[in-house]
């Protein structure tokens, strides 16, 4: 037992005199040995190059129906129907509430009678100055009682345009004894019920919303639009005409609204509290899929940035003092390494092709014509300066 132990001690001891005299190595040398044993890093690049490409703003916003209107009815009865579902679509000018008929039918009659007298009046007093007339040219009556018979039939004209009046006026609360919608949308709920005493426009009796089109609401921040006008002034940015960006309304999950719309509204001022002015536009939405008071996003599109670098999303990291992307470059030795270079990034650039839908970065700063950018393999660079190897086509080529 003791010379186990004392075989042991001795194994620990002399491990211990190795480790001492490897640490006795120079400096130097361990490095170089380091640089001499690690393999480089299998990485793509890309290019830089300057390029014309889509200007795109991805921003939070909210809908609301194009219309929402509040219907009541114009005249005053018994409520004796509802015609819809709460919560269905219903079209323009269909009818919602009846109202009992029977007192408007009695109007209306009422208001036929009267126009029919009316014209019974009209018709004895042109009669009679038609009798007058003959007889006083031959003075056979009075200019006064044919003036009389005169004024008869004025009145009774009169008479008889306040009776179609009349008529009109009853036939219009007759129709308005059927409330209907002035819009295509949804109906809310029923907020009174059969049997209820509508007093006229004081009662709501339900809403409707129209959602074809569907307003977005947004707002777009004071230090992006100052950004965008200098952009535009130095000719660095295309915006569209009279600001009428096109709209792409993306949804929670992720998918876009299969219908584009288009900005029809920019405030002037900025709110002071939030640093924003307040846009909206104009969404075509027949299928009803977008809903007043949804959370959305919205991209407004339609603009052109020129003479941009673009570099993929996945190329540029943070550093935790700024943004980087890794730049293939050759040390003093020669060899081809991986350096980091801080950029400021602007937006992003959504790209569709063959291969899928990709996103990338604009560069603002940080880069150059020709400088060569890690786009893949970044996880196998474990430190600055680190030796790598290009493999992606003719950028192999370039080394």
């Not at 390029?51 to 916003?61: K, Y």
């Not at 992307?325 to 990034?345: D, F, H, L, S």
């Amino acid at each position: 037992m003791k010379r186990a132990m004392s075989d042991y001690l001795s194994f620990m001891l002399a491990g211990a005199a190795l480790l001492a005299l490897a640490g006795c190595q120079p400096s130097d040398d361990k490095a170089a040995s380091q640089d001499q044993g690690m393999r480089p890093a299998s990485v793509s690049i890309q290019v830089m190059r300057r390029e014309t490409v889509p200007f795109a703003i991805e921003l939070p916003a909210t809908l609301s129906g194009f219309k929402e209107v509040e219907i009541r009815a114009r005249v005053a009865g018994i409520l004796e129907s509802r015609n819809f579902g709460e919560g269905a679509k219903v079209n323009a000018g269909e009818s919602l509430f009846t109202l009992d008929m029977k007192p408007f039918e009695v109007a209306v009659s009422a208001a036929e009678a009267d126009l029919q007298a009316a014209e019974a009046r009209l018709a004895q007093a042109e009669r009679e100055v038609s009798r007058l007339r003959p007889l006083r040219d031959k003075n056979s009556v009075s200019q006064r009682e044919l003036d009389d018979a005169i004024s008869a039939q004025e009145v009774a004209q009169a008479d008889l345009e306040s009776a179609k009046a009349g008529l009109d006026q009853a036939r219009l609360e007759r129709e308005y004894a059927q409330v209907k919608s002035p819009v295509t949308g949804i109906a809310g709920r029923e907020l009174a019920s059969e049997g209820t005493y509508v007093s006229g426009p004081d009662l709501l009796l339900t809403n409707v919303t129209q959602l074809d089109p569907i307003r977005v609401r947004f707002g777009l921040s004071e230090r992006l639009q100052l950004q965008m006008r200098q952009d535009a002034a130095a000719g660095k940015l295309t915006l569209p005409q009279d600001n009428h960006w096109q709209t792409r309304v993306k949804l929670p999950d992720g998918t876009f609204h299969d219908q584009i719309g288009e900005v029809n509204f920019s405030d002037v001022r900025i709110n002071p509290n939030t640093g924003t002015s307040e846009l909206q536009a104009l969404v075509p939405n027949g299928d009803f899929a977008l809903r007043p008071g949804q959370f959305v996003r919205v991209v407004l599109e339609g603009a052109e940035r020129h003479d941009a670098y673009v570099v993929p999303q996945r190329a540029v990291m943070d550093s935790g003092t700024g943004k980087f992307v890794y730049v293939a470059a050759k040390n003093e030795q020669g060899m081809t390494v991986a350096r980091p270079a801080p950029i400021e990034v602007g937006e992003w650039v959504r790209r569709e092709s063959d291969a899928g839908v990709q996103n990338g970065w604009v560069i603002r700063s940080g880069l150059n014509d020709g400088d060569r950018v890690v786009i893949d393999g970044m996880a196998r660079i474990f430190f600055p300066g680190m030796p790598i190897q290009v493999t992606n086509g003719s950028a192999a080529g370039q080394e």
